[in-house]
């Protein structure tokens, strides 16, 4: 018997939150546990932050640039979040999917409906509760990253984000981080062994079903 377990479908592992909510952490600890999980790096027009690194975070391009590439159908979703342009290019994508890779979205409640409108039998959507909104802004504060005014801004954002956690398949509260980041953990191990993603099952089942014993 060969024990090949391929061809498979990848899965498209969309994780939103609202800011402060921990997804950044958890998701890079899934990345680092996780050779074969490639990130998707968005296009942006907002400008680079002190501490990014342009194509490792974002890649930062114009307004006209960013308008280029939808007219060129080069997204497979964009949405404007507060005031810039977001999106994610579909090229990559489309090769890691062909290649039975998995990739992970950091990406906002428009992105994670559109890609599942787009992609029903790839998409597995996740949404990050904090454990309070004062806790939120705890975390905010701690991070040092934004001064007060952006944070309040965060913080009534976070609203509007959380308003649409009941399209995401799937739902927890991001308390204590090891115990999320074992639920992040499952449902991607959970994800990767549904049948339909793993094509390599029915040629297996055939060569156990005629295998002379
Ligand atoms: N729809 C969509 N949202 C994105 C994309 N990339 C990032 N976002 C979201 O845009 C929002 C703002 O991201 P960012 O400017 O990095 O700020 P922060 O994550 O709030 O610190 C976050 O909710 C991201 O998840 C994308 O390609 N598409
Ligand atoms: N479960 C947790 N408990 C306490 N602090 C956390 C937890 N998860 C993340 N954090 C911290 O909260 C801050 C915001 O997390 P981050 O991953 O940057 O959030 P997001 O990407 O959702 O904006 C960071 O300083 C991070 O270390």
Redesign the pocket.
């Given at each position: 018997m060969s024990n090949e377990r391929t061809p498979r479908r990848g899965v498209l592992l969309i994780v939103?939150?609202?800011?402060g909510a921990g997804?950044?952490s958890l998701c890079r600890r899934l990345m680092a546990d996780h050779a074969g999980l490639e990130l998707?790096i968005?296009?942006?027009t907002?400008p680079i932050r002190p501490g990014e690194v342009a194509d490792r975070?974002?890649h930062f391009v114009s307004h006209e640039e960013f308008q280029r590439l939808i007219d060129e159908d080069a997204?497979l979703?964009?949405?404007d979040?507060?005031g810039?342009r977001?999106?994610?290019p579909r090229a990559p994508i489309d090769r890691a999917l062909a290649e039975g890779r998995d990739v992970l979205?950091?990406?906002?409640w428009?992105?994670?409906r559109?890609i599942a409108e787009k992609c029903p039998d790839d998409a597995v959507r996740v949404f990050i509760l904090p454990p309070s909104l004062e806790e939120l802004r705890r975390r905010l504060v701690t991070r040092s990253?934004d001064d007060d005014e952006v944070i309040e801004r965060?913080i009534q954002n976070a609203k509007g984000?959380i308003a649409h956690c009941d399209m995401f398949d799937y739902v927890f509260v991001n308390d204590d981080f090891d115990r999320s980041y074992a639920e992040l953990a499952h449902i991607y191990h959970a994800e990767r062994s549904k049948r339909r993603r793993n094509l390599w099952v029915a040629h297996y089942r055939d060569a156990l079903l005629n295998e002379v014993v």
């Open positions: 939103a939150s609202p800011s997804k950044t998707s968005s296009m942006t907002r975070d974002y997204f979703e964009w949405a979040v507060h810039n977001y999106g994610s979205f950091d990406i906002d428009q992105g994670a559109d990253q965060r984000e």
